[in-house]
């Protein structure tokens, strides 16, 4: 029999159960598994293009797997993904993640959600899915992802997500949709601290703390303002002809607020961020208002509240632009939350390179054009060894 060398990443998706009856096994779930991934990292976005990067590449996967029946049909990669328990799916990955994860000593896990706008089928009038996804900002690695129906069931998956994630000893930084004193609670009491941004849904809370800082004046010496506790510091970012400048203030003043609010007992700093924005010659400036289990140390506090901003460039973005997530036409059954898990894998993959000092974007390109540097990622980046796959 055929000797192939196996790349550790698709190891850990080895003992996925296979959910086809026998008489459909024909091709073996690990190599439709590690087609489709190796397929979605070079841009493909459907089912027939994971049967034509197959084709296309069929004598350099040759190189890691057995191909006995050749390429699968298109229709054989959609039953297999549209049946497979994304619990399954996820549990690989997470072991994957866990196994090349890297501890950074306060990490910001920022949790957000995004809607996968091409999953909405037309024809049954199943909504588009939600995805909550938590980014380990420092490892540049998803954490977990759980699905809601809407935006608006974020507030009850925020709590299974972070059941699933190892928080110890990290900043989890939530933004208003999860601004609730018992998600607070759970994160204090998993060895972690939250920071979370205010908004109207929390309106008594944002009123109090937005009030606190309603005559704050960057501009103005400290000494005026001596009615209440604060510590600053400033940013200022020019990029794509956008220039930022951002103010942040914290206090540890809060005992008032939590006599106001009995239930926010893990209250321990109150911050702003006061963001000035010049485009093309117009100016915006817009105040933002934060609680948090931190202590008032500024610098601190403005690296989460930037670090969380990030999860838009650094994930949505870049499963967006690169990978087409909401042009995606995989609507039924799991599929689309088995392939959302393989295009985080792919974007993961694309991250790992350390080395070339190229964008992400242009990484990507790479692996699609270059067997070579595929490989190269597959074997020699900071991927973790078969024995320690699930």
């Known amino acids: 029999m055929r000797e192939v060398k196996v790349a550790p990443i698709m190891a850990f998706f080895s003992k996925l ?16 598994v590690a087609i489709t991934i190796l397929a979605v990292m070079s841009f493909a976005k459907g089912w027939e293009d994971i049967e034509q ?14 191909l006995e029946h050749g390429i699968p049909k298109h229709d054989v990669f959609r039953r297999v993904f549209c049946s497979l328990k994304p619990q399954a799916v996820e549990e690989c990955f997470m072991n994957w993640v866990r196994a090349i994860k890297e501890d950074y000593n306060k990490e910001v896990i920022a949790i957000d959600g995004k809607t996968v706008k091409g999953s909405f089928n037309a024809k049954t009038g199943e909504k588009a ?3 909550v996804s938590a980014w380990a900002t420092e490892n540049r690695l998803v954490f977990g992802q759980v699905k809601t129906a809407e935006k608006s069931n974020e507030i009850t998956a925020i709590p299974t997500l972070l059941d699933k994630i190892a928080m110890r000893g990290c900043i989890v930084t939530i933004d208003a949709m999860g601004c ?22 929390q309106e008594t809370l944002h009123e109090d703390v937005a009030e606190y800082y309603g005559d704050f004046d960057f501009s103005k010496p400290a000494q005026e303002m001596k009615h209440i506790s604060f510590h600053t510091t400033s940013t200022h970012d020019e990029k794509h002809g956008r220039i930022e400048d951002r103010d942040y203030a914290v206090s540890d003043d809060v005992d008032w607020l939590i006599e106001r609010h009995p239930l926010w007992k893990t209250i321990h700093s109150i911050g702003m961020v006061e963001s000035t924005r010049e485009i093309k010659g117009k100016i915006t ?8 289990s931190l202590p008032a140390e500024v610098e601190q506090f403005a690296h989460a509240v930037r670090a969380h901003w990030g999860i838009e460039n650094s994930l949505h973005y870049m499963l967006d632009v690169a990978f087409g997530e909401d042009a995606s036409r995989i609507k039924k059954d799991h599929g689309p939350e088995n392939m ?20 992400v974007a242009s990484r990507i390109k790479q692996m699609a054009w270059s067997d070579d540097y595929r490989e190269k990622l597959l074997f020699d980046s900071v991927f973790a060894t078969e024995e320690t796959a699930c």
């Open 129 to 131: 899915i939600h995805l």
């Open 285 to 292: 400036t817009e105040r933002r208002y934060f609680v948090s």
């Open 17 to 32: 159960e296979d959910p086809r009856a026998e008489v459909n096994k024909l091709y073996p779930l690990e190599e439709v």
């Open 53 to 66: 990067y197959g084709q296309a590449k069929a004598e350099w996967l040759g190189k890691f797997l057995k």
């Open 180 to 201: 609730q004193y018992e998600i607070a609670n759970k994160i204090v009491k998993g060895k972690a601290d939250y920071l979370f941004s205010l908004k109207g849904n």
């Open 340 to 359: 959302a898990f393989i295009r985080k894998i792919a974007l993961t993959v694309a991250r790992s390179d350390k080395e070339t000092k190229s964008s």
